[in-house]
């Protein structure tokens, strides 16, 4: 199995200054590298007042980290690409890719909270399903004819790359084969990147639509707080399209990772004392914030709700069986760790990080 730590710039109620919030995530994230993680996730959040996910530039934090690492890949979950131009993301990504020397993994998501989207745009407004759903996939689109082609143009009913009458420079003579009356029809990514043909993609799944489009693209799949029960219905049909595409048999949870909320404590009440508030409330404003769920009855977030569907959290021995249910259910061999719930004090995110290396990770090593 592959582990990794999803973290977010959690700082409930501003408790901590932001310099030292960043270095408690700089340490939590070398830890998860010297206990053998495989990667480390950030997400794309803005303007959160409360100190809940604001994580706003990933990928000046993402090369950041991978300064301060040698070897744990270093993902996005997911980029709220429907805010992204897909020049910037493309030439952003490849950058990042070549900083690394291949350590990065590209999510993409349509963005689930309109704070975070409106006050920049509102066509991304994820409300609006149908706009933002065709927004999201021809960014994606764009973005890999850009990685993929020496050359590449783009048509669609949000972007026209190159735009029209765009002037060709003459000392750009690899440019001449894609100039009509001095105007440019063809643009290069520069640079392109390093991993060939590009940085394995994720989709971040939140519906079934989602699950299917991954599946076709041949992309890899991603849950994140999904209850057991709806996550077993998404792998199951993410199987089934992507073995129906011709590319060999897929097996229930192939290409897919799920994020859950984690906490290892030696005692179930010392891991309820640490992170029950916090997982909670971190629970509540993910609801809240999700426009699908806006019409749609709450469900009651207790501890014991979240334990039997969408959290690990007790000693090792306890968690180890959680993940091995969770294996055995939707077939997933890629956890990802989000332990920083907002509220929860650095020094018991770094425990449950040692516990979780040295107590949980071994049983599946």
């Known amino acids: 199995m592959k582990f990794g730590f999803h973290t977010q710039m959690n700082n409930w109620q501003h408790q901590a200054t932001h310099t030292q919030m960043l270095d408690d995530i700089r340490e939590q994230v070398q830890l998860c590298e010297q206990l053998g993680f495989d990667a480390v996730w950030l997400p794309e ?30 993902g996005f979950a997911c980029l709220t690409t429907t805010m992204w131009h897909p020049i910037r993301l493309a030439e952003d990504l490849a950058l990042l890719d070549h900083l690394t020397r291949g350590r990065i993994e590209v999510g993409f998501g349509r963005g689930g909270r309109p704070s975070d989207t409106i006050p920049f745009n509102d066509q991304p407004d994820p409300r609006n399903a149908d706009t933002n759903r065709e927004l999201f996939t021809e960014t994606i689109d764009a973005v890999v004819a850009a990685w993929t082609s020496d050359y590449f143009s783009h048509q669609g009913p949000n972007y026209t790359i190159p735009p029209k009458k765009l002037p060709h420079h003459p000392f750009y003579a690899s440019e001449e084969p894609y100039v009509v009356d001095d105007e440019v029809t063809k643009l290069t990514l520069v640079p392109k990147p390093y991993q060939k043909p590009h940085p394995p993609i994720w989709l971040m799944v939140s519906s079934e639509p989602t699950a299917r489009l991954a599946a076709e693209r041949g992309y890899y799949a991603m849950a994140a707080g999904t209850p057991t029960d709806v996550l077993r219905d998404f792998v199951d049909v993410y199987a089934e399209v992507r073995s129906e595409s011709g590319n060999g048999q897929f097996v229930r949870g192939e290409g897919w990772a799920v994020s859950r909320p984690v906490h290892v404590a030696p005692s179930m009440e010392e891991a309820r004392r640490n992170f029950e508030i916090p997982v909670i409330r971190q629970r509540e404003f993910q609801l809240y914030n999700r426009a699908s769920q806006a019409n749609n009855p709450k469900p009651e977030i207790t501890w014991e709700n979240l334990l039997k569907s969408a959290m690990l959290a007790g000693p090792p021995e306890l968690v180890i069986e959680q993940i091995q249910k969770l294996r055995e259910e939707c077939g997933i061999e890629n956890v990802i760790t989000f332990m920083d719930a907002g509220g929860v004090p650095h020094e018991k995110i770094m425990q449950s990080l040692e516990l979780f290396g040295t107590r949980v990770m071994p049983a599946f090593s």
């Open 45 to 74: 959040h803005h303007l959160n007042p409360e100190g809940l996910g604001n994580s706003p530039n990933p990928i000046l934090f993402a090369a950041d980290l991978a300064c301060r690492t040698s070897r744990i890949k270093i």
